[in-house]
């Protein structure tokens, strides 16, 4: 997923940060069976896999790349 996130990066217009969840307990224990994740906020995108679509919809771009 890290790998597609930084092909649209650009031609969406949107920036990301990986978070390493085994860092902090808190979020290993929220999501330790759900990576990779993709969050919005709070808001989750999509997990496992990168859905162009649930992307593209939550930058407001739902364009076709």
């Not at 890290?2 to 969406?12: G, K, P, Y």
């Not at 978070?19 to 709070?42: C, F, H, K, M, W």
């Amino acid at each position: 997923m890290h790998e597609q996130l930084n092909e649209f990066s650009q031609s969406l217009h949107f920036s990301f940060v990986v978070i390493d969840i085994d860092e902090t307990l808190d979020l290993r224990q929220q999501y330790n069976d759900a990576v990779p994740l993709l969050l919005s906020g709070n808001r989750e995108i999509c997990r496992h896999f990168l859905d162009l679509k649930s992307l593209q919809a939550a930058i407001g771009n739902p364009q076709p790349v």
